[in-house]
């Protein structure tokens, strides 16, 4: 089925580490969003992007719409234990009926 | 407080059984989804519900029936038909639904259902 590539699939970080992680497709998208799950929790909403290009950001966080629209980049500055969890990315593509289509995610852990 | 409430959390059921789990909203919103997760894979849509009285089958509907009768509520039956049914379920809600891009969808807690 549809899927955004995500990656990568887990990220074991010290501490204070910036943290990058991406989405890619081969379809052009007019939606990007990044959720945030804990465990046996339901995602939440971190940031939405809307237009190609934009840079938006949600305190330590900050997400790009890719120039292409077929990519988003999620960054997190200076890592806190708290930032540990799942990230996904969603999108709608251009050709679609708005319908999320989801990444697989990727799981930060912080290193002890 | 205004959120999404399901129920229960954690739920057995015998193989063959169908099992109906529960979503409640009271952000007055027009949509409700109901997605899929299974470990490693991103999220997956069963069904979505525009309005009350209508609803669409999402990618993997198949096993799955849901109702709306009330505006509140769109709870999901898992009947014996899923051929692998334990996973964790996740309910939404958005304002407005599939008509705007700028709508966002708000989750509830989930509930992880095992069939044994």
């Known amino acids: 089925g549809q899927q955004l590539n995500q990656s990568p699939q887990s990220m074991f970080i010290q501490e204070g580490e910036d943290v990058s992680m991406n989405c890619t497709s081969s379809?052009?998208?007019?939606?990007w969003l990044w959720y945030k799950q804990d465990p046996g929790e339901g995602p939440v909403l971190l940031i939405a992007?809307?237009?190609a290009g934009e840079l938006t950001s949600n305190g330590r966080l900050t997400a790009q719409f890719g120039i292409t629209r077929k990519d988003s980049f999620l960054n997190i500055s200076a890592s806190i234990p708290s930032d540990v969890g799942i990230y996904f990315c969603?999108?709608?593509?251009?050709?679609?009926?708005?319908?999320?289509?989801w990444g697989a995610g990727t799981k930060l852990i912080i290193k002890p | 407080d205004g959120g999404i409430t399901q129920s229960p959390k954690y739920l057995f059921r015998k193989e063959g059984q169908n099992v109906t789990l529960s979503c409640e909203q009271n952000l007055n919103h027009d949509a409700m989804y109901w997605y899929r997760q299974d470990p490693g894979q991103g999220l997956r849509l069963i069904y979505y519900?525009?309005?009350?009285?209508?609803?669409q089958k999402g990618d993997i509907a198949e096993g799955y029936s849901v109702s709306r009768e009330k505006k509140e509520s769109f709870p999901l039956t898992v009947t014996s038909a899923q051929k692998n049914p334990t996973a964790f379920y996740l309910c939404a809600s958005s304002m407005w639904g599939l008509a705007r891009k700028t709508d966002t969808q708000y989750f509830g807690p989930g509930t992880r259902l095992t069939v044994l």
């Open positions: 992007l809307y237009k």
């Open positions: 519900s525009q309005i009350v009285n209508d609803f």
């Open positions: 969603a999108g709608c593509r251009v050709d679609s009926n708005y319908q999320l289509i």
């Open positions: 379809s052009i998208f007019n939606t």
